[in-house]
């Protein structure tokens, strides 16, 4: 069974830019969630989705965003970058949103 | 509100010696609580879970951790190192029986084993 996929796993983007990540989740999860790891803040969660809808948000700017296909897979949107969004972006899936959350390798994204 | 705190950012053992990463955490509701292991340029690997039913619950590559309610802890444990359980690993409690699933997570504790 394959496991979470995440494209592209590294990205370089100037200021003021925007991103787009994609996740595709283990075949017939249908909840997915995006964590940012940084080295000062850790792992933070971003938000969830399920069933294409926004079921949960953390505490993070307007300037990003997500969606959720009809085929769960999910793209997180990042606008306006700033250097402090450099980061490793996790996602996660689960059958429901419980536990246990199974997470991808990451989009390691760069700021310049 | 939750919150973890994981006591310790680095811990160093030799190999073959026990290992143990503290965890201890914060919840007004009973909570899920997890240990997961980054390995470099990877993403997050679930060694173990607690939810409910006994308190000690046996993970994947030989470790094992114990949820004491009284102490608010949730401590891992192996008791022989190996080279490879070189790595990080972070500690997280989500709440139970809500829809609010989101993980929140320790600081972590990089584990470095020396031969």
């Known amino acids: 069974k394959a496991g979470v996929t995440q494209t592209p796993r590294y990205l370089i983007k100037t200021r003021g830019q925007q991103v787009t990540l994609s996740c595709s989740p283990i075949s017939g999860h249908r909840s997915v969630s995006w964590y940012q790891q940084t080295p000062g803040q850790g792992l933070q969660f971003l938000f969830e989705?399920?069933?294409?809808?926004?079921?949960n948000k953390g505490n993070f700017p307007g300037r990003f965003s997500g969606r959720q296909f009809s085929n769960s897979r999910s793209e997180m949107n990042v606008s306006t970058l700033e250097l402090g969004d450099s980061a490793l972006y996790l996602c996660?899936?689960?059958?429901?949103?419980?536990?246990?959350?199974?997470f991808g390798d990451g989009t390691r994204l760069s700021i310049l | 509100a939750q919150s973890v705190t994981q006591l310790g950012s680095h811990v160093s053992v030799s190999e073959g010696a026990l290992v143990l990463l503290r965890c201890n955490y914060s919840s007004s509701v009973p909570p899920y609580l997890f240990w997961y292991v980054q390995y470099p340029n990877q993403g997050l690997q679930l060694l173990l879970k607690?939810?409910?039913?006994?308190?000690l619950v046996k993970g994947i590559n030989g470790f094992e951790a114990e949820f004491k309610k009284s102490e608010t802890s949730f401590h891992l444990t192996k008791p022989s190192a190996h080279m490879s359980d070189a790595a990080e690993y972070f500690c997280a409690v989500s709440p139970s029986g809500t829809g609010r699933r989101a993980l929140t997570f320790g600081s972590g504790t990089r584990l470095q084993v020396q031969p």
């Open positions: 607690y939810t409910t039913g006994a308190t």
């Open positions: 996660a899936s689960s059958l429901d949103g419980g536990q246990p959350q199974h």
């Open positions: 989705y399920f069933s294409e809808t926004q079921r």
